[in-house]
């Protein structure tokens, strides 16, 4: 069992910056992928950013390519996403997932542990 919180999430400026963390428990955080996901109100979640378990491979959806960076540090147990030069088009809730994968998964089914999430407002 994993427990995943997210924190970081606020009310930014179009152009400004934000970054999130996720904190996981439990002493299992390296055997899991990390993916970062949004959902934005009357639509769909979809796939941000995904990390592999000891933070070799990343991968990004193409929206958010360039302007976010996902990284890991499995000391601490947590799983960060930078979020740089950001657009009204961003707004969401921000949710964190682990996944029991190899590789770095990008759909939301692949994934085990869904945090709560946490609210990104970037306004115009």
């Known amino acids: 069992q994993v427990q995943l919180v997210e924190s970081g999430g606020g009310l930014v400026q179009t152009g400004g910056s934000l970054r999130l963390s996720c904190a996981a428990s439990?002493?299992?955080?390296?055997?899991?992928?990390m993916g970062w996901f949004r959902q934005a109100p009357g639509k769909e979640r979809e796939f941000a950013a995904a990390?592999?378990?000891?933070?070799?491979?990343?991968y990004y959806a193409d929206s958010v390519k360039g302007r976010f960076t996902i990284s890991r540090d499995n000391a601490k147990n947590t799983a960060d996403l930078q979020m740089n030069s950001l657009k009204p088009e961003d707004t969401a809730v921000y949710y964190c997932?682990?996944?029991?994968?190899?590789?770095?998964?990008?759909?939301?089914?692949?994934?085990?542990?869904w945090g709560q999430g946490t609210q990104v407002t970037v306004s115009s």
């Open positions: 997932a682990a996944a029991r994968w190899t590789g770095v998964p990008v759909r939301g089914s692949s994934y085990d542990y």
């Open positions: 439990g002493r299992t955080f390296s055997t899991y992928a």
């Open positions: 990390i592999s378990r000891r933070g070799g491979s990343t």
